[in-house]
C-alpha cells in the first residue's frame, strides 16, 4: 500500500513543474499589439504664381507661403519710409484682429535689406503678424509698382483681389474681399435641379 502511495506521489511531482510551467506561459504571454489609427496625410502643397519663402526681419527665420496652406492670406507690400504704407499698417492690424481668428492669415512684405530698420519699424506700429523682406524679384513676381500695394489670395492661394496704394475708403472693399473668400464653399446644384420647376398650384374653380 504504502509503495502505490509512493508511486503516486512521484507521478504527481513530475506533472506539477509541467503544470505550473503552463500556468506561467499563459501569464506571461505578451499581449496583442494595438493597431494605431490611420494618420490623415495632408494634401501636398501645389506652388501657384503667388508662392514665396522669403527671409524673416527675425535673424534665421522664415515667411513661407506653404506653411499657410489652405488659408486666405492678405499681403501688404511696403517700404518702412511712406507715408501711405504706415497709414496702410493701421488697416492692416484691424483686418488682422477681426479676421485672424476666422482663418485669415495677415503679413508684410517690406521692400527692404536692412532687417534692423524693419524689426524697428514693427516695434513702433506694433505689428502683431509677420513681417519678410522683398527684393527684386519679389517686386517683378507681384508686378508691384508702387507701395503700398495689397494682395488678397484665396484659399488655393490664387489672386483673389488687389489695391494699389491705400485710402482708407478701400476698407469696405478689402473687407467685402476678405468675406468671400472665408465664406464656406457651398456645393453647386445638379443640373436635374436646376432644370425642375416647381409645381404650380392648381387654379381655384369660381363658381
Not at 536692412?114 to 522683398?134: C, H, I, M, S, W
Request: hydrophobic content about 40%; glycine content about 4%; aromatic content about 10%.
Amino acid at each position: 500500500m504504502r509503495k502505490n502511495t509512493f508511486a503516486v506521489l512521484i507521478a504527481l511531482s513530475a506533472l506539477l513543474p509541467a503544470a505550473v510551467a503552463g500556468t506561467q506561459d499563459k501569464k506571461t504571454a505578451p499581449a496583442p499589439e494595438k493597431t494605431s489609427a490611420k494618420t490623415v496625410k495632408k494634401p501636398e502643397y501645389i506652388k501657384k504664381d503667388s508662392y514665396f519663402r522669403l527671409p524673416s526681419y527675425k535673424s534665421g527665420e522664415f515667411v513661407d507661403l506653404a506653411d499657410m496652406q489652405g488659408k486666405p492670406v492678405l499681403i501688404a507690400f511696403i517700404t518702412t519710409t511712406c507715408p501711405y504704407c504706415k497709414l496702410a499698417m493701421s488697416a492692416m492690424k484691424s483686418f488682422y484682429k477681426t479676421y485672424n481668428k476666422k482663418d485669415l492669415q495677415v503679413l508684410t512684405v517690406a521692400f527692404e535689406q536692412d532687417a534692423q530698420r524693419v524689426a524697428n519699424f514693427v516695434k513702433t506700429y506694433e505689428l502683431p503678424f509677420p513681417v519678410a523682406l522683398g527684393d527684386d524679384e519679389t517686386s517683378a513676381q507681384f508686378r508691384i509698382r508702387g507701395v503700398p500695394q495689397l494682395y488678397l489670395l484665396d484659399r488655393s492661394h490664387e489672386t483673389a483681389g488687389m489695391w494699389m496704394g491705400y485710402n482708407q475708403a478701400y476698407d469696405s472693399s478689402i473687407a467685402g474681399a476678405i468675406d468671400t473668400v472665408l465664406a464656406p464653399k457651398t456645393e453647386p446644384k445638379s443640373a436635374e435641379a436646376a432644370e425642375a420647376k416647381p409645381e404650380k398650384a392648381p387654379a381655384s374653380k369660381t363658381n
